[in-house]
């Protein structure tokens, strides 16, 4: 095994990401995203995509609004990371850096 493939397959195996930041990324980005397009953002199934939503609508760091036919979801960037040591850190700080903000 080569060292750069040595690298890839650790990396396939692991990432820094939680799903649940992973979708708050997806929707932070598009806020009208579908369940279907959360799904394939995060690399996990549909249902999985939408127990990820839902755990976040529970603790408050989404709100989902219906609006004609579809979703439309609101992001609280306040709410506090969810990992001790973390938690003085806001999910939008975070984000901020993923989505190159100022």
């Known amino acids: ?6 690298i890839v397959s650790i990396m396939s195996e692991w990432g820094f990401l939680t799903n649940h930041m992973h979708a708050l990324y997806c929707v932070a980005r598009h806020p009208g995203i579908r369940i279907r397009e959360i799904a394939e953002c995060v690399g996990v199934q549909e249902r999985a995509a939408h127990r990820l939503v839902s755990d976040l ?3 408050g760091y989404l709100t989902r609004s219906r ?3 579809r979703n439309l979801y609101e992001l609280h960037p306040n709410q506090p990371m969810r990992r001790e040591g973390l938690d003085e850190v806001a999910v939008g700080e975070i984000l ?3 989505l190159r903000r100022d």
């Open 1 to 6: 095994m080569s060292f750069k493939t040595g």
């Open 57 to 59: 609508v529970e603790g």
């Open 67 to 69: 609006v004609g036919s």
């Open 96 to 98: 901020d850096v993923l």
